[in-house]
């Protein structure tokens, strides 16, 4: 099963785990009064809520993480993945975070030997 495409990329390794953020945004009127009362100028929520989506890949050859850092190297692009709140694969258009990736095994020999221990990246919606 294909949880995470980018850009219709269907052959990238399926994410370990993937978290999905709901995120609303508020406009510039949004903020609290003298009084301490609060005014919220929601310019996006509910169905419209912007997504992060934190993804994580265990165990990468050098090929397998190539294939993906390479997947997310333009400045934007669209990612199909399961949305939780529609209730089925949503496609948005993101950019991508920081991307982090720790090496597991060290001393290889040839660039083949080395496995990757994780790639955690984040997409946020544009």
Known sequence: MIYLTIDGNTNLKTPATMQIDLQDIHGSETGRVQDGDMFLDRIAGGKRAKRKINCTWTGLTMSEISALLQAMEKESFDICYPDPYVGDFRT???????????????????????????????FIEL
């Open 92 to 122: 948005a258009t993101v950019y991508v975070g920081d991307r982090s990736a720790p090496i597991f095994r060290t001393g290889a020999q040839q660039a083949d030997d080395i496995v990757w221990e994780t790639l955690s990246a984040n």
